[in-house]
């Protein structure tokens, strides 16, 4: 097509916002043009914008007749533009050419064609992308794959308008309480997918620009995918979102991929028949621990105190880089809620295999030392073998132990050694809060997916969690020491930084054990041994739970290696390697424990609506903070609310408003001052 030179009288269409419009050109300067178009608006265009399809002329100059005539080839453009089949004139072009010329393309479907043929085409080729695309002044013929595509993409375009126009209302009707409109199951489908993708809160392009349109005119909430699939009720009452969040399978399903290489572990453990010995040593956990991973025993002879620590060998015959191992790093650590405990290992591992129970034989690093009555190490040795642990105990029989039998109690020599284990760590400035964890119960409704929530004083145990509680740092802290004068990279849990004076000791009231939290820099991973300043120790390096956390487990795999190979199975460099990815799975697996539990906390004050008692702790702010001893939570209130002065330590009894524990939000309705605090 030969483009012909723009005049004034020309009848020319131009395209503004996408959109063709027709107009007439009144004059011309240079290559500038004023142009009326059928709005009666007098626009000014470059002649390169006009479309190439220029006429009719218009001989007449006035306006009126003008626009008449513009109408005219307006309507006539429409009607021809409509009985137009552009993909029979695609497939008629496409076998033998790239690009065409809206005439000659025009006059392989009339056989006169005019102008207003050939521009009425020139606006359906442009409104028709699928088939071509205009590239002034020609069309270009897309091919039959081009073509394949954009036709999918034209349908998903329209699949996605017509999910976002049901799912808004949907989403809506539901908000509302109302019973929303029925949805085609694809549809459904779909809405769900975004639901738990924003649940989960994964970075996801296309989830979040859809998700935008779904909620567009919504009132913004972080939670609100999370009360929409309640509401809608594909997901539980008191669902655990932060699983979701941190990727974290609750349960043993998880393992069930795994199956063949577990059960070669199960096989090669259970094959062994050689010689197994018996020790004294004895567990002492929770009731309800299935996942037993250390045992002791303490006797003194003369002013010398032999220890023996016996340790769960979960690495035996494990498979590092396996898939399994890829897994069990991802879960990083065990996790134990009210509703129930799920295991970084395989349950058959967890609980069964590798778990110490009494007179069975399992595989163990054992670490034995000689300790004088100053809490110093005389002695230490540390080997792998297979042994039978004496008795599984608890903290409860321990304590009742000691409490009837004093120095006769078996316990009381291990009692005796962990006293002088914690004054001498806190001698070395260690910060020890002593603090009651209370028990939540949770009892299923009948007939109801709802439970009930209590919540209940724990069972006093001091004495036999110092036990522990001692035997544990002290086994952390040697095995530290004794790995470096060997060379045995291990990962150590460090907090090297200065701690005020008057933080150092045994914390109990509620006032100065969040001043001393307050004061207390995080720990942190390293391969560099550094000391670990709260705990009172020159280094740590956790390897007492590795049925439990991947720390320990990764630790007591360098002691397991060095002990039958003499060399250890990673690099410092390696271990180094797998800090950051550890350190971050580590960080949200510790949230699931810290919010989960608050949760359960937090709907236990909506339902009783009982009064409860706080101690002001502390300021942040405009806010007083309370802590309520009995529930072990932290709350907050304006200033205004309690108008005491030196309220610091003051006991109130607080009435809440409103709790919500999705949200983790508390508002407290009144605070009173209790008389005598």
């Not at 220029?54 to 001989?59: A, C, K």
């Not at 453009?77 to 809206?102: A, G, Q």
């Not at 599984?392 to 029989?397: A, C, H, I, K, V």
Request: proline content about 5%.
């Amino acid at each position: 097509m030969e483009l012909k030179e723009v005049k004034p009288g020309d009848i020319v269409e131009y395209l503004q916002n996408n959109q063709i419009f027709i107009g007439c050109v009144l004059e011309k300067e240079k290559r500038q043009l004023k142009v009326i178009n059928l709005n009666q608006r007098l626009v000014k265009l470059s002649s390169s914008r006009v479309l190439p399809w220029i006429g009719p002329y218009i001989s007449t100059s006035g306006r009126e007749e003008i626009l008449k005539t513009l109408s005219e080839h307006e309507n006539k453009r429409k009607i021809l533009e409509d009985k137009i089949d552009v993909k029979e004139l695609w497939e008629t072009v496409s076998e033998e050419m790239e690009e065409v010329e809206v005439d000659f393309a025009a006059s392989l479907i009339w056989e006169k064609p005019d102008i207003d043929h050939i521009a009425a085409l020139g606006r359906k080729l442009f409104k028709s992308r699928i088939y071509f695309k205009f590239e002034p002044p020609l069309f270009k013929v897309y091919s039959p794959k081009e073509v394949e595509l954009r036709l999918k993409e034209e349908e998903a375009n329209r699949e996605r308008k017509r999910l976002i126009e049901e799912g808004h209302l949907f989403f809506q009707a539901i908000l509302q309480g109302e019973e929303p409109p029925p949805i085609k199951e694809e549809v459904a489908e779909k809405l769900k997918e975004v639901l738990f993708e924003k649940i989960k809160e994964r970075e996801n392009k296309n989830i979040e620009t859809l998700w935008k349109e779904l909620s567009s005119g919504f009132a913004p909430n972080p939670f609100l995918p999370l009360i929409l699939a309640k509401k809608w009720g594909i997901i539980p009452k008191h669902y655990n979102y932060l699983l979701d969040q941190a990727d974290y399978s609750w349960g043993d399903k998880w393992s069930h991929k795994y199956s063949d290489l577990i059960n070669k572990i199960v096989l090669k453990v259970k094959s062994y028949n050689g010689p197994v010995k018996k020790l004294s040593v004895i567990s002492v956990d929770n009731e309800t621990t299935k996942d037993i991973d250390d045992a002791f025993f303490v006797q003194k002879k003369d002013d010398l105190f032999e220890v023996t620590v016996a340790l769960a060998c979960p690495v035996l015959f494990w498979e590092f880089g396996s898939e399994l191992d890829d897994q069990v790093v991802h879960r990083s650590s065990s996790i134990y809620l009210p509703e129930g405990t799920t295991h970084m290992l395989p349950e058959v591992l967890a609980t069964d295999l590798f778990s110490l129970h009494a007179k069975v034989p399992k595989p163990s690093i054992l670490i034995k030392l000689l300790i004088n009555t100053a809490g110093e190490i005389i002695n230490g040795e540390v080997l792998f073998d297979w042994i039978e642990v004496k008795e599984n105990s608890t903290y409860l029989q321990v304590e009742n132990d000691l409490t009837e039998k004093g120095d006769k109690s078996s316990f009381y020599e291990a009692y005796e050694l962990a006293t002088i284990l914690r004054d001498k760590r806190i001698k070395k400035g260690a910060v020890i809060v002593e603090q009651k964890e209370p028990i939540i119960e949770l009892v299923q409704k009948e007939d109801d997916e709802d439970v009930d929530v209590f919540i209940k004083d724990a069972e006093e145990t001091p004495k036999a969690q110092l036990i522990v509680s001692e035997l544990m740092v002290l086994v952390n802290s040697f095995i530290a020491s004794w790995a470096q004068k060997r060379d045995i990279p291990l990962i150590y849990r460090t907090q090297d930084m200065n701690i005020p004076e008057d933080t150092k000791g045994i914390w109990k009231d509620p006032v100065d054990i969040y001043r001393v939290m307050k004061e207390m820099g995080p720990s942190i991973l390293e391969t560099n041994p550094k000391p670990h300043v709260s705990l009172g120790v020159d280094f740590y390096s956790p390897v007492s739970s590795p049925i439990r956390r991947y720390i320990d487990f990764l630790n007591i795999a360098q002691i397991f290696y060095f002990l039958c190979t003499s060399k250890p199975k990673f690099s410092s460099k390696e271990l180094e390697e797998k800090i950051p990815y550890l350190t971050s799975r580590l960080q949200l697996v510790s949230k699931i424990q810290k919010y989960r539990t608050r949760y359960w906390k937090l709907l236990y004050f909506k339902r009783s609506k009982e009064k409860l008692s706080g101690v002001v702790v502390g300021e942040e702010g405009e806010n007083l903070v309370f802590s309520l001893p009995k529930e072990q939570i932290l709350l907050k209130a304006p200033k205004k609310m309690f108008n005491v002065k030196d309220f610091l330590g003051k006991r109130v009894m607080l009435k809440l408003g409103y709790v919500d524990p999705l949200t983790n939000t508390v508002k407290i309705a009144f605070i009173k001052e209790e008389k005598n605090s």
